[in-house]
C-alpha cells in the first residue's frame, strides 16, 4: 500500500485529482458528476491526464505503474502567470450551479448554447424537464455536440418524442459515432431514439449491429428491439427488417461453455420474437437449427 | 531492473486498490476540488491527474 517508491517520484509531477461518484445527487456527488461531464466521462474507472489551461485530455495514463510513469514522462504544459482559464472555470461552476438549482425553463434557454460543456449539460437537463420541444427544434446540430453524456440525454428526449426530423442525424451516429469516450453506449442510446424516430431508410445503419451476433454486447439486442418497433410502425419496413433479422442468428458456441450458451439462446429467442416467427423455437439451438431459422 | 519492472504493475495495482471507495488511495497528495486542482496546476506548470471512480 502506498506511500509507493514505484510512483512517490511522480507525487510532484502532476495534480492528483479524485474524483468519486455515488450518484446520490448529494451536493459532493453534483460537484463530482460536473467534473464527469466536464471529461464526458460516463464509464469507470477513467484514468488520464489535462491540461489545466485548456482541459484537453493529454494522454490516457493507463492502469500499470509502467504505463502512468510513460504518460507522465510524455505530458508537458505550460507554466503561466495567468489564471484566467481558472477565473473562466470558476464562473462556469457558477452558471452550472445556478442551472442546478433552477426550476423553470429560462435560464436553460440562456445557458442551453454556454461556452462550457457543463453549463451546457445542466441546461440540457433542465430543458428534457421544462422544455422538451426547445431540444427536439434544435436535435440535428445538438446531437453535434462533442460530449458523450449530453448526445446521451439528446437520444432520450428524441426516444421520448419520436421525431422523425432526427433520424438521420441518429443514424449518422450509429454509424460512426465520432469524439466519443463510450461508442458503444452512445449507439445504443442512438439505436433507441431510432426505434421510435426511424423508419424504413434506418434498416441500414441499425441491421449490421443486429446482425453482429455478439450477445454480450447490449448494443446487440437493443438493435434487434428497435428494428422490430421500426417493422411494427411502417408495413413498408417489414419485409426488409424481417430479412435483416433472419441474418442476425448468432453462431451456437463451442460445447461446455453454458454461460455463452445461454447468452446465445437469449439473444436467438429475441431475434425469433422480433420476427414473429411462427416456427417454434427450436428444442436445441445449434448450427443445424440455427442454418433452418435463417431460412 | 529486470525486479523493478515485476514490482511496479503490482505497486500500482495497490494503489488503487481502493477503486470504488469514497477514500482516495493512500500516498499521493490527492486533491477533491476542481477549482483548487486546476488552480494548484496552472501556478505549478503540471497536468492535472484525474482518476474517476464510482460506487461499486
Known amino acids: 500500500m502506498l506511500p509507493n517508491p514505484a510512483i512517490q517520484g511522480a507525487y510532484d509531477k502532476v495534480t492528483w485529482l479524485y474524483v468519486y461518484r455515488d450518484f446520490s445527487g448529494n451536493k459532493k456527488d453534483r460537484a463530482a458528476e460536473r467534473i464527469s461531464l466536464r471529461f464526458g466521462v460516463t464509464s469507470w474507472p477513467q484514468l488520464f491526464l489535462v491540461d489545466p489551461e485548456t482541459f484537453e485530455i493529454k494522454k490516457h495514463t493507463g492502469r500499470s505503474v509502467e504505463s502512468f510513469l510513460a504518460a507522465v514522462a510524455a505530458t508537458r504544459v505550460g507554466r503561466t502567470q495567468s489564471l484566467q482559464a481558472w477565473e473562466r472555470t470558476k464562473a462556469a461552476e457558477e452558471r452550472a450551479i445556478a442551472l442546478e438549482r433552477a426550476s423553470s425553463g429560462k435560464l436553460a434557454r440562456k445557458y442551453i448554447d454556454d461556452e462550457d460543456i457543463v453549463v451546457r449539460n445542466r441546461a440540457l437537463s433542465l430543458l428534457a424537464k421544462t422544455d422538451r420541444k426547445a431540444i427536439v427544434k434544435r436535435a440535428n446540430e445538438l446531437l453535434q455536440v462533442p460530449s458523450d453524456p449530453f448526445r446521451y440525454e439528446v437520444c432520450k428526449v428524441l426516444q421520448e418524442t419520436a421525431d422523425p426530423a432526427a433520424a438521420d442525424a441518429l443514424e449518422a451516429i450509429v454509424k460512426r459515432p465520432q469524439n466519443s469516450l463510450n461508442p458503444n453506449v452512445l449507439r445504443i442510446r442512438a439505436v433507441q431514439a431510432l426505434s421510435t424516430c426511424g423508419d424504413a431508410s434506418s434498416i441500414e445503419a441499425i441491421a449490421p449491429f443486429a446482425q453482429s451476433g455478439v450477445y454480450f454486447n447490449g448494443l446487440t439486442g437493443v438493435s434487434v428491439d428497435a428494428l422490430a418497433a421500426i417493422a411494427e410502425r411502417h408495413k413498408k419496413a417489414r419485409r426488409a427488417v424481417r430479412a435483416a433479422l433472419k441474418k442476425g442468428y448468432p453462431k451456437p458456441p463451442s460445447a461446455g461453455d453454458a454461460r455463452s450458451m445461454r447468452a446465445c439462446v437469449g439473444l436467438a429467442k429475441r431475434i425469433h420474437r422480433a420476427i414473429g416467427e411462427k416456427r417454434p423455437f427450436p428444442k436445441v439451438y445449434d448450427e443445424k437449427a440455427r442454418a433452418k431459422l435463417m431460412k | ?56
Open chain 2, 1 to 56: 531492473m529486470s525486479m523493478c519492472k515485476t514490482i511496479l504493475p503490482f505497486a500500482l495495482c495497490a494503489a488503487m486498490a481502493q477503486a470504488g471507495s469514497e477514500t482516495p488511495p493512500k500516498g499521493p497528495p490527492w486533491q477533491r476540488d476542481l477549482l483548487a486542482a486546476q488552480k494548484q496546476a496552472l501556478e505549478n506548470g503540471r497536468p492535472i491527474f484525474l482518476y474517476f471512480t464510482k460506487t461499486d
